[in-house]
């Protein structure tokens, strides 16, 4: 056997792959895991600050400094962990270019798919849970909203249509924008139909913008033949349903002749958040911290009624308010204080103010599901255990926003 040549390296079995492919459940039960752990953590620091208070001692204070190193730690571990469950969004677009192929031939269309920001990353799971809601609204997309190469030419277009899915980060948010150059929403059409089936009674109070979202209404549609894509009025309400299981918002612009935008905002992450702790009626709940703007103490002086809709002036805006006892149907045992909180929660360009009796600080929680059963229950996002043993309901800022908008248009 001849030796290998001067300079040539030996041959080697060992593997030149980085990856290493892992179950998703075994990154759960690491995450839960690591939930435990801080919510030890807040325990260990808690007992801490109550012997530090009760009488100082060195014991005392050595145990706050052991559980500062503590949290330290435990923040590079849950970075680490929420960082092996991110994937590049790009995985899920290689998937809508077989649908676009297969529809746009279906329908004898021209169609050119565009992607933008295909290494933003997101959660695995909130990755699986959009993609039947991006393959839906492309859908749309081409059948409802791209023309004939002939009706594109006569109207002055180029015979191929173009859908762009368009992707990048803002703040603790992934936005996800999916834009076709078609026809656009006919807005009289969708009002003749939404007074049709009765959504509405009265058009001269609904602007252009709440028209839009009776395409999410279940049973609605515009187009008056039922094909495999489309026409049987079940889908929309569904996309927003699926994005809103997520804590996540979408949003409709149009415009006639030239195309329609759908902007889907989602949580980076639905694992471990840092949330605020509120109190109402006697009970807790929590608040994501990345949906939370700011919070204000007004009192009933502050609260004005337009249109049968509570709101308060915030510096030069309107900010609608939504009492959370009327929204959760709590039963309270005491008067209302005199003075309370308004939490001021965003989601996508959408404000509203949440009015609660107490604000108890903010921790980090674990989400855990609450299953199907709880799904038909607008903004709950699951359940939290605290470090005292207590288990609260996370609060989906999204689905309350929703909610709260539909019932006041």
Not at 122 to 146: C, F, Q, T, W, Y
Not at 370 to 393: K, V
């Amino acid at each position: 056997m001849s030796a290998p040549a001067a300079g040539t390296p030996p041959l080697s079995a060992k593997s030149i792959s980085r990856t290493v492919r892992v179950d998703i459940g075994k990154l759960d039960e690491l995450m839960n895991i690591v939930g435990e752990l801080v919510l030890a953590h807040s325990s260990i620091a808690a007992l801490a600050e109550r012997l530090r208070s009760e009488r100082f001692s060195q014991g005392a204070v050595e145990l706050g400094k052991s559980a500062k190193v503590l949290e330290r730690k435990l923040t590079d571990l849950q970075k680490g962990v929420m960082d092996i469950r991110m994937i590049p969004v790009g995985q899920l677009y290689e998937k809508m270019s077989r649908i676009v192929r297969t529809i746009s031939r279906e329908q004898g269309k021209k169609v050119e798919l565009l992607f933008h920001g295909a290494d933003t990353e997101l959660d695995k799971l909130i990755v699986e849970d959009i993609s039947d809601p991006m393959m839906h609204i492309i859908r749309n997309a081409i059948d409802h909203g791209i023309e004939s190469p002939e009706q594109r030419l006569a109207a002055g277009k180029p015979e191929k249509g173009v859908i762009r899915i368009s992707s990048f980060q803002k703040g603790n948010h992934v936005v996800i924008e999916v834009e076709d150059d078609g026809g656009g929403i006919d807005i009289e059409k969708v009002k003749a139909r939404a007074l049709q089936k009765g959504f509405v009674h009265d058009l001269s109070t609904v602007s252009d913008k709440e028209v839009l979202d009776f395409i999410f209404l279940p049973g609605f549609s515009t187009t008056d033949q039922v094909s495999e894509v489309s026409g049987r009025g079940v889908g929309m309400d569904v996309v927003r349903n699926n994005i809103a299981a997520i804590s996540g918002l979408v949003d409709i612009e149009t415009t006639r002749g030239q195309g329609t935008r759908f902007i889907i905002t989602l949580p980076i992450t639905l694992a471990i958040i840092k949330s605020l702790i509120i109190s109402c009626a006697g009970r807790t709940y929590a608040l994501p911290v990345t949906s939370v703007l700011e919070s204000l103490l007004l009192t009933g002086h502050d609260i004005k009624t337009v249109e049968r809709r509570e709101v308060t002036q915030l510096r030069d805006t309107t900010l609608p308010l939504l009492r959370l006892e009327e929204f959760l149907c709590l039963n309270r045992r005491s008067d209302r204080p005199g003075e309370f909180y308004v939490v001021v929660v965003g989601a996508a360009e959408k404000r509203l103010g949440v009015v609660v009796d107490e604000l108890l600080g903010q921790q980090d929680i674990v989400i855990k599901s609450l299953g199907e059963g709880f799904r038909r229950f607008p903004g709950i996002a699951g359940a939290a255990d605290l470090g005292d043993q207590r288990t609260i309901l996370v609060l989906d800022v999204g689905g309350m926003i929703n909610d709260t908008m539909r019932s006041g248009s």
